[in-house]
């Protein structure tokens, strides 16, 4: 029987100290930061008025979506009835969505069309829909908002490209599962999703309204260390501890973070550890996640923390297998492209938000996301709307309760709106197009993003 200890504690309170200053700097910078100058949109006013008053006409299904989506969460590529119900909703106005796109039994794709250009091959732009949550906390990412202003936009659109007033090209929505803990779009993207595909866009839930703010690039290890086993008593001399190692690369993991640059993070567990106190650890295995802020500097962290994993198994006489992106694929940085960013605030100061510029929130309040790889493939924007308070992080209960909450359904409104205004000019707009694409190509162009780590 286990006796309850009188004098257990309870784990320690962290100190919000910290987090405090990083908000209250933030809101000095947002004082301090003149509003952007926006170019006005070329977007005939009767045209985008149009597509605003389309998006409000759709709020009962935007509704729908973040309160089911909510009350129903559904963690990576098990997104069944979430998807169902987007393409549900998606029939229900008339336009069929292919469930199962691109090999993946819950992703989706569906496109509207323009006017035909004299080539018949105008240009593409993707509006990305993400709906899976996490296991146990739900949606506290709030990808219940991300479907909900992505499904939004892309019916907003509907009548625009079927009128005379539409554009030639394509706007496609895709539906894209399994962003948390894997990376659903570079599955997609491997299939062919964004062959066609000449940008591409999406919105997602935050603590403030953040034209561009910094996600990390990230990778998923598993260390394996083997030993030998023996008995810990009798003869320890005869066994090498695999649990030894694991310890040592823990260790080498924090003395490593001294040397690493500000916003790189390493997450570490140990989820093997042995079988009994008796014996000597025959085999451990950690879980690891590696972040960092650029491509190159996140292969540099990822041969670092080989080096680490190597030389805990020198040090203990066993064997180290080092296994990169065990069943998920690596999540490239974000790059945002200003251009297109410019183009959705513009957007949201017609609905009364002004999205803070870069710079304004601190960069290490940084997660990632597997945007990053369609950014580092073609033109992308990854803008995030406000829907809770400022002091409230992503992954947590407080979040999840933010996502179902009452600033839900207008951010869902509000982004819809700006993603569908920022879809038309983009191509209506030769020169918007010109510029998308001309910063993309200085900013290095399109990477190789399945061999990059390679």
């Not at 952007?36 to 709020?59: G, Q």
């Not at 040592?248 to 500000?262: C, E, H, S, T």
């Not at 106190?277 to 950690?286: H, Q």
Request: hydrophobic residues 45%; glycine residues 8%.
């Amino acid at each position: 029987m286990t006796v309850p200890d009188a004098n257990a504690t309870q784990p320690a309170r962290p100190s919000t100290a910290y987090l405090d200053h990083l908000v209250h700097e933030s809101e000095e910078r947002r004082r301090a930061t003149p509003p952007a100058d926006v170019a006005p949109s070329l977007l005939p006013a009767a045209v985008a008025d149009a597509v605003e008053s389309a998006a409000e006409a759709l709020e009962p299904d935007l509704r729908e979506v973040v309160e089911r989506l909510h009350g129903d969460p559904e963690p990576a590529f098990e997104e069944h009835r979430s998807a169902a119900l987007l393409v549900d909703v998606l029939a229900r106005h008339g336009v069929a969505a292919e469930l199962g796109a691109h090999g993946v039994p819950t992703a989706f794709r569906a496109e509207l069309r323009g006017r035909a250009d004299d080539d018949g091959d105008g240009p593409t732009i993707a509006i990305c829909a993400e709906y899976d949550a996490l296991p146990v906390i739900g949606h506290a990412c709030g990808h219940n908002v991300i479907a909900a202003a992505g499904v939004g936009a892309f019916l907003a659109l509907r009548e625009v490209m079927a009128s005379s007033a539409a554009p030639s090209g394509r706007v496609v929505l895709l539906g894209t599962p399994a962003e948390e803990g894997h990376s659903g779009k570079e599955v997609l993207a491997r299939a062919g999703a964004f062959d066609d595909v000449d940008a591409a866009i999406m919105v997602h839930p935050y603590g403030q309204d953040v034209a561009e703010q910094v996600w990390l690039g990230r990778r998923l290890l598993t260390w394996t260390f083997t030993g030998r086993p023996a008995h810990a008593s009798a003869q320890p001399f005869m066994g090498r501890n695999a649990l030894d190692a694991a310890n040592l690369a823990y260790q080498g993991i924090g003395l490593l973070r001294q040397q690493l640059p500000p916003v790189d993070r390493v997450h570490a567990t140990v989820v093997e550890g042995g079988t009994r106190p008796s014996i000597i650890t025959e085999r451990a295995v950690m879980r690891l996640y590696a972040r960092s802020k650029y491509p190159d500097t996140l292969r540099d962290l990822s041969a670092r923390l080989d080096d680490v994993a190597r030389g805990a198994a020198l040090m203990t006489g066993t064997d180290v297998e080092i296994a990169w992106d065990d069943g998920a694929l690596p999540s490239l940085p974000v790059r945002t492209n200003a251009a297109l960013t410019e183009r959705w605030v513009a957007a949201q100061r017609r609905r009364g938000r002004d999205p803070l510029p870069p710079g304004v929130v601190s960069e290490t309040l940084a997660a990632s996301t597997d945007f990053g790889n369609v950014s580092f493939r073609l033109p992308g924007m990854h803008p995030l709307i406000q829907v809770s308070a400022p002091d409230v992080a992503l992954h947590t209960a407080e979040f999840a309760d933010a996502a179902g909450g009452p600033a839900a359904v207008p951010a869902a409104l509000d982004g819809a709106v700006g993603l569908a205004l920022t879809a038309l000019e983009y191509l209506t707009d030769d020169a918007l197009r010109t510029a998308v694409h001309d910063e993309f190509v200085a900013h290095g162009g399109p990477l190789d993003v399945p061999r990059y780590f390679e």
